[in-house]
Structures are given as C-alpha cells and as structure tokens.
C-alpha cells in the first residue's frame, strides 16, 4: 500500500500559484472562471480609479469653477462636462471619479477595525464558551437582527454629535459601519472557533496539556480564520452599499469634504422628477459597478471554497493514471452541506455563514 | 435464462482538482437472477464507481466507455445504461434496478413521511394512484420487518432507529419489484448486531423476492455470509472472481491473499494474551493499577432542563501498568466517553477514576498537567487529528515543545526523526502536511505524536476504524510492536471485537453505559457469559461461509432462546 | 486538495458518534425557548439605542438648543423630567416601553405611539408589497437557477441576482421614476396615492390607513374603483424598487441551498428510485432546503426595513422611514429613539413567527 500512495502525494505547487486569488484563479473553469475574471477586472479598475483618481479627475470634487467662469447648475454632458453638472454645479464626472476614493477609504477603514474587533471576540468567546460567550452570542444576534443601516444611522448621530463639522464625516461614517459589521464577523469567527475546538486535533493539543493561549493561537486562530479573504471581498459591498444609505439619507460627507455617491444621489432625487437624468445615473452606475464587481469575486471564491458548488472540467476518457479515489472526486458521496448537522444547528448558517444585507 | 446484468469492459474516468483519474478500467462483470454477486475492495479500488453506474448515478464530471447491459426481472426488454437518454435512465430506475445506500440517515429524507418517499419512488412510474401507492408501500414496509406499518407509513425517518432506517430503504429500493438490487455498503454504517439483521432480510429479499444483489462491501464477513459469488477488485481492475466459496478456501490472486489474511479472526490474540500473562514478573498484579475505576458515572447535561443523558452508567475496572485492556461496545455504549474522561477531556459526574494515581473526578487542569506528559492518545478520524497547517514533524513535535523537552519544533526534530521511523514513516515525510499523507500513514504518525513523550499511559480511541483493512492490519502490528518496545499500559477501544482481540490481555464489554463483562480474551471471547456479549459474539461474521452457515444458525438460536 | 489554503475534505468513513444526544422536549418547549428569546433581543435593543442616544446629550437641548434661551431650555428639561439620574430615566424609560408609551415627540409634541401607529401601517404595506415581489421573483428563479447550475441560464440568473443587489433601492426607484414616471408617464412619480384618493378613503368610516384595503372598502361601498386602481399604480414602483433587492438575496439563498441538498444521500436516493430531475429540485431538494432558507429569511426583515427607509425616501411614501428621516433632520430624538425600538420590537417578533414556520417545516421539531 505504501508504494502505491507515495505516487499520488502532491507535489507541492509553486509559490506564486498559492497565492489566495491567483490559485482560484487557476482552479477555476468555464463561467465560474469568467464571473471571477469580469470581478477582478471591475474591482481593479475600480482601485486603480481610486489610486490616480486626481489625474483622472478633470476638475475637483468641490470645484465649481474654472477659468471661464462657474459651472453652471444642471448642465447637460458636454465637451466639457462629459457627464454634465449637478444641481449645486459640481462637475458629475469628477465628482464619480473621487468618489471611489472615499469609498475605498470607508470599505478599508471599517473592514479592518471590524475583523480586528470580531476576530478577538469571536476566538475568545467560541474557545471560552460560558457565560460570556452566551452574554455576547444575544448581543450579537440581536445587532445582527437589526437592520444596518439604521444602527449605521444612530451610530453616526452618535458619533458626529447630530453635527458633521466635529469629526470628519468619511471618519464617523466608517466607524459607524464598523459598529455594524463587528457582529457579522463575530459570528463566522466564533461559529468556526466551536467547530475547531471539537476537532480531534484541537483536542490532542489539550490531551498534551497545551496551554489555553498555545491552542488558541497556534491551533485555532489560524485555522478559523481561513475564511477571512472571502468574508472580506462579500463585506466590502455591503459596506459601499451602506455608506451611499448613510449619504442619500443625508448623514454622508458634505460635498465639501469628499465627493460621496450617496450624497449625490439625494441631491439628484429632485432632478429625475424634472427628467434630468445624468446627476442620478452616473454616481449610481458607480455604485452597481463597484458593488456587482466586488460581490463577483467574493461569490466566485466562495463557490471555488466549496467543493459542491465548485464546477470542473470534463475529462476525455482514458485520459489520467488510475489512481486511489477515496472519495469519489464531485463529493456525491458524502452528505450535504453540513448534512443533518447543518439543518440542526439554527445558529450556523447555510452558505458561508453571512448573509448580504444593504 | 438471461443475466439481470452483463458489465462488458467498462471505463470510467473523472476530472478532479489534480486533473483526471480513472477509477474504474476494464471490468467486465455478469450477474444471474436471483444471484449475490459481492464485489470487494478496499476504498479506492472503484467498487462504489461500479455500482453507482449500474443508475446511471455518476457525477457529471465523470466520463465512461464500455457497455452496462441491464435486463429486467421478466426478461422482456434490455437497455444499456452507458447509452440511454436521462429519460430513459428515470424508467429504469426503481422498475429494473434500485439502490441500497450505506448510510440510512443521509438516505432517507427528514422532512417527509417514510410512506410518501416510497410513493414517491412508485407514482414517478406512472400506473398507480395515490391511495393504491400507500397501499403498496404499507405493504412493503410489513414485509421487510417495519412491525404495525399502517401507523409507522406516516412517520418521519428520525422516529425510526437505525437498523429500522435501514429496512425502510430496502423496502423503498423493493417495491417495484425490480430484478437487482444494488446495495452499496449496506450495513458499514451500522451496529454489528443490527448488522446481522439486515444481512438476514437481504437474503430474504433474494429467496423471496428471486431479486439479484450486488453487494458492495470491504467488510469479508459479510460477503462470507451473503454473497454466491465475489469478484475482488484493485485499483480499479477485477483482479479475481470466483464463487463464494472458492475464493475464500483457495484464493489465486496474490492481492485476495493478502486481503484475506489481513482480515482479523476472533481467537488470533488468545495464544499471545497467554503467552504475555506468562511472562509476567511475580507481584505484577499487586502493582499499583494505572487506570483504576471504581462505580464510574458521566453524565452529559441536559439543557435548559431537560433531563441529562448517562454516558457511563456505574463501571469498574483497572490498567495495569504494561497491560493492554480493550473496552469494547457498540454505538452509544460509552466507550469513547470512558476514554475520554481518562484523557481528562469529559468530567466525571460520579464515582472515581484514578488516572496514574490522581483522581479524575472533580480535577484541577493546572494539578493534572504534569500528569499530561504521561498520557497518550490516538484519535478515530486520521482525517481531523492533525492541524492542517502544520507539518507532520511540527505536530509531532508539539508535545515535546509544549512539555518543555525542546524549545522549538526545529530542535526536536531529530527526535521527531526518530519517531517516524519508530512507525515505519520515512524521514522526510515529517517535512508534508497531514493532507499529503494517507489515512493509514496518518494514524501512524499520530501514533507517533502519542509515544513522543513515552507515556506509561495510551488511550487508542478506534484507531483502525476508519482504515481499510490491511492498512489497518500493518496499524495494528505496529502497535503491538511498539507495546512491546515501549512497555506502556494501554485502553484499546473499538466496535470490533476481533480487532481488540489482537491486542488485549483483557476485554470489557460494554453495553449502555453499564460494563456487562469483563476477562482475558480466552474467557470473554471462548466462553461468554453475559448474553449480549453472547450476542455480539455471534453477530460478528467470519470469513468463511462454511463457518459462517454454522454460526448463522447459532444466532438465530440464541435469538430464539433470549 | 493541493493546497491548504482549500476547505478541509470531509471525511470519509463513519461519522463520529459523540454527536446523538436525545432529543425530546417536543414543539411546545422550542417554541416556549423561542418566544422567550423575544425578550432580551428587545431588551438589547432598546438599551443600546436609549445609551447611544443620551451620549448625546439630552434631546431637548438637542432639539431646541440656540432656538430657545438657556432658562426656557432649562426649564423645558426639568419639566420632561431629563435633569434626572440617567439611570432613573433609563429604568423608567424601559417600563414605559413595555406599556407601549414610548414617549412624546419633541419637534410636533405627538405621543410617539400615535406616530408610530399613523406611519407604520404605511411602511407594513409596503414592506407587504416589497415582500411580495421578492417571493413571487426570488424563490422560482432560485429554483431554476439550481436546475440548470453551471449552465447558461444559471450564469444569467446569477448576475441578475447580483445586480439586484447591487442597485441601491434609492438607485433604482431614481431609474424606475425616470424610465416609467418621466418619460414614459404611465405611473405616478411619488406618493401613496393622488389627493383626491386620500379625502375620498378619508371619508370612510373606519379608514384602516392601510390604503390597499381602504380602496377596495371604497371599490364595494362608493362603487368606485378609480381609487383603489390609483393606489395600486402608486405601489408598483416602491414594491418592484424594495422587493427586487431582496429578490436577489432570495435566489442567491434559494440557489445555494437547493443545490446543497441536492448533492445528499437522499436526493440520489430519489434519484436512484426514477424520481424526475424536476421534482427532485421542486419537491426532494427544496423542501429540506427550505429549512436554513426559512431562518435567514427571518433576516432579511432586517434588510427590508433599511431598505424600506431608504425607497419611502426615495418615493416620499409617508411610513415610518420617511418619518424617521425627517425627525432625525429636525434633531428629534425621542421620536427616532421611539421608531428604532419599535423597529427593534417588530424584527424580534418577526423572528419568532419564522421560528414558527421553520417548527412546522421540519418534522424533527414537531415531534
């Protein structure tokens, strides 16, 4: 027996082909492969946007004139203003533009202030479990009950005192995100803590008698936070989607501060009636772009991270060794997702354990 | 009359993550009415592929060539599975052939009545109405042994236990009446006593029914017990076929040989319990025991009210320093909740259990850990012992770290090194991760993680269960070897009472939580007292059919008796 | 596997047998634990939004401060009774919750109770209509998209389920009033219903505020369906803007779950018996799927009130998000702390009524 499973060790592959999406890239076949492909180019172009946003930018976020006099309100697109003006005579091109550049701002600021928070309290209270875990458990789910953007709301009232002049208003909108997001991530690290802590070799780390802090970090810390690249990129979009919520209802940035899509959108809610449509259309265009860019990759992982949903390629016959197939490759043969467990258990959830909400 | 079946040189390739692998090359196979045909292997070997292309069951991703040639039960009409449409495919299914799967749980879907999923099965074939289906299935589940089925038609499958799980999805696979059955592990998944139930009513279903089996198995005693003809296979090719009864007596391919003799037999361990017993020091018995139980309770608590479920029920036993003692029981008998309270990962609830001389029941973590370094343990699932992220030499390192014996993974490794070949691993394989390993490697290297600190103590919980069979042999020598090498006390448990009867002095038996009976294996396993241990005794099939015949019959005595 | 960064394989071979501990209690215990959890999910819930709040200071100077003088100011607090221990007015303030007083609005000084009656029937109706759309595009196409995965029409259902998401609802209600209020004109631009809709169901004996219902009372006593057609014009665009949202996460969620239980034992099982493709999906796959589906579905009223703010925005339909923007505008604090318990209350009991659902789905609940 040994001969024969020494031939189908894998070779370890090369470094760069490890690397998180170069190696789903690779994996990846067909329309799963075209769906990453078509994220990762909208999601690089969108960086890219945010990156040289003041060399692509015709005029400033807050610009309202140039040399040849003001803007003018309202202005159709033309040779100058290539997507016209807005009601308050911003230049709706570069005003998109520099958009992304607080977008991503928000999205980076939040998401990691939300994984710190939610990866420290989700390791200790799934490892610990207790009362604390159960105190936290409650807490979290009821956040998590409760729509975002509303507590992104209260949190902003909060956070800038009802006034957006004391802390700067892209600042208080990313912590109010953070608030909002700590619970999602609480939740996958914690429900991945408890499953690790019950694998056999968790356990024989405690057999050994490992310290709690040895386990915690060496066995389970890593391990549980396998999921954190896809949990990001499906975050990322909920957290665009929510800093334009906070901006069309009136607690974005002013327009003074940064250029914000959301912020624009509510200035344009007015224009439409009258059928001026390239204030709204543009900055919202934006908005779907980024978001359905990013929400691509993060699905596309998410299939490839799973090997029910993960499609391959057919293979022509008599092609391949033979080989030891333990299971057979498809994974027909074992239960479902989480078989009965997953149906047992309400407190997991199905996909990835998120759900995406605005 | 025709063959319900005639498999001509079937290929089947699949695409798979490190590209395309042939599971199955070149098998030719026919089965008669009313014929058992097993086919044997260990995993690997394409035996589940073989059956699952008989329906046409095969993922997508596979490709096949050859042809699948399947009669019904009259002979009337014949279809070749690799060419028909997925029309075509839904007709056959369930009128000409049908399915037994391992796992009664995952087969049977939780959110239905029993007695809709076999309507289910019956009106997708057009025919019949509702009211004559459930007619028709309370009939089927009368005679597959579903005692009072008008009632049990409408219950749900969790309200039926395992055993009875079971009979549901042979009824389900029975009621068109179809001329071969293809049963797919049908009893791996269960309790060596139910398991001997359901090999009763399949060949029921063949002598009553006249239905053709094909009997995926790698368990020999069940193909000893069932099966009219076997065919061996290995990596995907049929390397042997021949009647039941020759084969066992008079194996011709080398790799039957070696399967067969891998297969362990009750009594193999008795002269070597004896012959260690013998060579005991005088004043070996008065040692201080190792493990000493006495009237242990676990209980698990119930929550928020509920009523708490008694793992262990009152036992008492002891280890003896350099002893082997195997703890032996089916599902749900406590077993593996004893080993772990030894390992000091469940609390005692009641009684005492002195563990290396400390008392288990209500301990302090911080005064048992320098006992830790005197307790090893090896884990059932090879799949999830090992942290995916490290290597092997790093994991087994990890006790050395932790206890101090070395400062880093890197400085233990010569002693790493050692053990690996303690276990019969190459060197280099402490630079791979556990994936890269096989099932049976992995477990040795878990063995090897447990003596890195040479315990006196060794708790194996079902270390061979999820191997295939030879591999699990070459465990089990090894382990016996490094017994004797390293002189530790060891609890051995497993469902397989020829398995622990390898390397125990002594065996337990328990059932329930309660221990039912106690002894060298020559006592327990020569002259059971305890009645289920009697039971359990005759349930475990050997493989021999001649033998097997002869115990059959003894069981269906004792079953009659008690 | 040929890298660890992959989902650990599941392991072959027996399951680890830990796991079975009896079960019993029955469906009445679930849902007693169930319907208890209610309570310290809105206790939460109304704690965090009461200490958010009072960070802010106190809401009348809030409100009013720079507008009235310091002594005015002063003496409006004291009689509101908010010069008190925080702790006191804490206490007091959960009791009133719980006797549904949620306090007086400052800027209109109206009993908040009386607000939140007079706009949450409106945001129901909508949330109703939004809920609708969802199930009636989310569910079948999830559905579909799982018969045919991997495949053409899987691809496109998938895209539009993400664009779906992807679209703000103030986004697409600005380009659904531009497209079919604007340029198309066949359907009104904002509102619930025209003005002369609203005194004619005003006129009504006992006007429920729910206008689909008060229109069809119209329909039967006046004979006249002018009113109830204008108020069904006038959901349309909100519902499609809100519930198309949620659709997307519907058919992503219906997809990933059908196709799950697809992959187990017992749909090969099926399978294996001739059962068709199609039934396999609509009846062997989906019903077991609808379990976890059902939870998160319980979920989503979260998402469907956020974004049920942002489309009465959009659409200026008088419920409870229009309301509550414009309270926050005006600094109002005790309203909006008012509309966020209330809020907090409807998704606790909305999560036990699915809990419900999901109980009489699954039959190892039931008995």
Known sequence: MTSTSDLTVPRKPGLFSRLPVIHQLRQSVGLQRGMLVAGLVITGVFILTAIFAPLLAPYGFSQLRDESGRFGSQQPPSGEHLFGTTVGGYDVLSRVLWGAQTAIFVIVVAVVLSIFAGVVLGLVSGYFGGWLDRVLVVVSDAVYAFPSLLLAIVMSIVISGGRSDLIGGVLAAAISITVVFIPQYFRVIRAETVRIKAEAYVESARVLGASNSRIMFRHVLRNATRTLPLIFTLNASEAILTLAGLGFVGFGIEPTAAAEWGYDLNKALSDVTSGIWWTSLFPGLAIVLVVLGITLVGESLNDLADPRLRGRRRVAQASGLVAETSVVPGGTLVAGPGGLDGLESNATHPDTGLETRP | ?562 | MTTVATTPAVPAGRPAGRKSKPAGGGIGRYLLIRFLLIFPTIFILVSMVFWLMRATGDPITAALGGRLGPEQLAERIHAAGYDRPILVQYVEYLGQIFTGNFGTTISTNRPVSEVLLAYGVATAELAFYGLLVAFIVGIPLGMVAAYFRDKGQDALLRVFAILCYATPVFFSGLLFKLVFAVWLNVLPVAGRATTGSELEMQLLTNPTGLYTIDAIQVAFQAGNTDVLIDVLQHAVLPSLALGLLTAGVFLRLVRTNVIGTLGTDYVDAARSRGVSEFRLVSKHAYRPALIPIITVIGLQIALLLGGAVLTETTFEWKGLGFVLIEFIKARDYVAVQGIVALLAVIVALSNFIVDIIAAIIDPRVRY
């Not at chain 2, 076997?230 to 084969?247: D, H, R, T």
């Open chain 2, 1 to 562: 009359m025709n063959n319900v079946l005639t498999i001509t040189n079937l290929g089947i390739s699949f695409a798979t993550d490190a590209g395309a692998v042939k599971a199955v090359d070149d098998v030719s196979l026919t089965v008669a009415p009313g014929e058992v045909l097993a086919i044997v292997g260990e995993s690997g070997s394409g035996k589940t592929v073989t059956a699952k292309t008989i329906l046409g069951l095969l993922p997508e991703t596979a490709t096949m060539n050859g042809a699948v040639i399947l009669s019904s039960k009259d002979g009337s009409s014949e279809s070749n599975i690799v060419s028909l449409t997925k029309q075509q495919l839904r007709q056959v299914r369930g009128t000409d052939v049908s399915m037994v799967f391992q796992e009664p749980s995952t087969a049977l879907n939780p959110v239905y009545t029993v007695g809709w999923q076999i309507a289910e099965g019956i009106r997708a074939h057009g025919q019949f109405s509702k009211k004559e289906a459930r007619v028709k299935a309370i009939e089927i589940l009368g005679r597959v042994g579903i005692p009072d089925p008008e009632t049990r038609v409408n219950y749900y499958p969790h309200q039926f236990s395992g055993g009875q799980k079971q009979r549901v999805v042979i009824a389900m696979a029975l009621v068109l009446d179809p001329g071969l059955i293809v049963a797919d592990e049908p009893t791996t998944a269960l309790d060596v006593t139910v398991q001997a139930e359901i090999l009763d009513l399949l060949r029921r279903v063949r002598d009553e029914f006249g239905t053709a089996i094909v009997l995926i198995t790698h368990n020999m005693g069940v193909v000893a017990d069932l099966a009219d003809r076997v065919a061996v296979m290995f990596e995907g090719k049929v390397v042997e076929e021949a009647p039941a009864q020759k084969l066992f007596s008079s194996p011709q391919h080398e790799y039957t040989k070696k399967l067969l003799a891998a297969v362990p037999h009750v009594g193999q361990g008795i002269v070597r319990a004896a012959a260690r017993a013998e060579a005991r020091a005088p004043g070996w018995a008065e040692q201080t025991p190792v493990v000493e139980a006495k009237d242990l309770r676990i209980e698990y608590p119930g929550r928020l009210g509920r009523h708490g479920f008694t793992a262990v029920d009152g036992i008492s036993f002891s280890i003896r320093p350099g002893e082997v003692l195997g703890l032996v029981g089916e599902s749900g008998s406590g077993k593996t909740t004893t080993g772990r309270a030894i390992a000091g990962l469940t609390r005692v609830t009641g009684g005492s259990l002195k563990v290396l001389g400390h008392e288990m029941h209500g301990f302090k973590e911080r005064e048992f850990k320098k006992f830790r370094s005197d307790i090893g343990f090896v884990f059932q699932d090879p799949a999830s012992s090992f942290n995916p992220l490290l290597t092997i030499a790093e994991c087994v390192a990890e006790p050395l770290v932790v206890h101090g014996r070395a400062s880093n993974p890197g400085a233990a490794r010569a002693r790493v090194n050692e053990l690996l070949e303690a276990v019969q691993l190459p060197r280099a394989y402490g630079d791979r991760y556990p994936h890269e390993l096989s099932g049976g490697q992995r477990q040795r290297a878990s063995l090897a993680r447990s003596l890195a600190l040479e315990p006196s103590l060794l708790i194996a919980d079902e270390p061979t269960s999820a191997l295939d069979v030879s591999v699990q042999a070459r465990v089990l020598e090894l382990f016996a070897e490094l017994q004797r090498e390293f002189g530790f006390a060891a609890l051995f448990i497993s469902h397989d009472l020829a398995v622990v009867d390898i390397l125990a002095d002594r065996i337990a038996v328990l059932y329930k939580g309660k221990l039912v009976e106690e002894g060298t294996g020559a006592e327990v396993l020569g002259a059971p007292k305890d009645p289920y241990t009697q039971r359990l005794l005759a349930s475990l099939p050997v493989p021999d059919p001649a033998e097997q015949a002869q115990r059959r019959e003894g069981l269906r005595k004792l079953r009659a008796a008690g």
